[in-house]
């Protein structure tokens, strides 16, 4: 492929190599890094870095990860909205043929070869929008479902309590509503499991997702698909001890759906 010439490439591409966890391998080179698994053909990169603007190295660290082995097809995994523009310079460059973005993911079909067709990951139906008004208690559960449906699941056993800050709930889940008198608006607490979404990095304590935020976008639409008027969604936590979640803090307007109940005035989670 015949250099771009609006995309400056001094630099070689010589990354390093070591295995992240069971089934990725990171390649890395300077600013630069993708977390990467090659199953049957289809190349899968978990995570995708790169601080350099208006260079080549994303561009070229791709064609040499799928010189690796015989790649049908590549499936990158919630790009986070900064690396959106090297993919589409990718495109633009022709080292791909399609890109569509659906559900957060990105799916690019490679030109060489026989391409297989694209597969969607499976992802179920979000639950409509309740008929009737909702509790805190029963609020909480249901952005916890609807979260999981969306692929943002929370896998973890701990009882994340020690995430939100709602020790004092007997049995929290580390999902929790109330109402914000400072501010007026509703204040949720979830947690998710941060992978296969994330990157972390390992320490002899734990260890510690590099870029928690994101998911942030991913969170922030679905609350928006329930009617909800989305003011900030931030990372506010995560465990230390090999454990995978992340707490995210939502603020929003109240919903036609949710009761006003004095209850709100603290936290409200869903039975354990």
Same mark, same amino acid.
């Given at each position: ?48 870095? +790169? ?79 309740? +008929? ?23 896998? +973890? ?35 998710? +499991? ?79």
């Amino acid at each position: 492929m015949q250099s771009d010439p609006q995309m400056p490439d001094n630099t070689p591409f010589q990354p390093r190599i070591f295995q992240m966890h069971k089934d990725f391998h990171r390649y890395e080179d300077n600013s630069v890094f993708a977390d990467v698994a090659l199953r049957d053909g289809v190349m899968i990169i978990q995570d995708w870095y +790169s601080e350099i603007k208006d260079q080549g190295h994303s561009r070229r660290a791709l064609e040499w990860i799928t010189k690796e082995g015989e790649v049908s097809r590549v499936e990158v995994v919630d790009a986070s909205y900064r690396t959106l523009p090297f993919w589409r310079r990718m495109f633009d460059v022709g080292l791909v043929q399609q890109v569509n973005d659906t559900c957060g993911q990105t799916v690019l079909e490679r030109i060489d070869g026989d391409p297989a067709p694209i597969t969607k990951p499976p992802i179920t139906a979000m639950a409509a929008l309740p +008929s009737g008004k909702l509790t805190g208690k029963q609020a909480a559960q249901f952005i916890h479902d609807a979260l999981q449906a969306i692929g943002l699941p929370r896998t +973890s056993t701990l009882n994340g309590g020690e995430i939100t800050g709602w020790t004092t709930n007997l049995g929290s889940t580390g999902f929790s509503i109330r109402h914000d008198k400072r501010t007026g608006l509703l204040q949720w607490h979830v947690v998710v +499991s941060g992978r296969p979404h994330m990157s972390y990095e390992e320490d002899d304590h734990g260890y510690y997702p590099t870029r928690p935020e994101v998911l942030c976008p991913r969170i922030q639409t679905m609350f928006e698909a329930l009617a909800l008027k989305v003011t900030s969604v931030k990372a506010t936590g995560w465990q230390t001890a090999w454990d995978d979640d992340v707490s995210y803090e939502i603020y929003t307007n109240h919903p036609e759906w949710l009761e006003s109940n004095p209850r709100l005035e603290r936290s409200c989670d869903p039975a354990p």
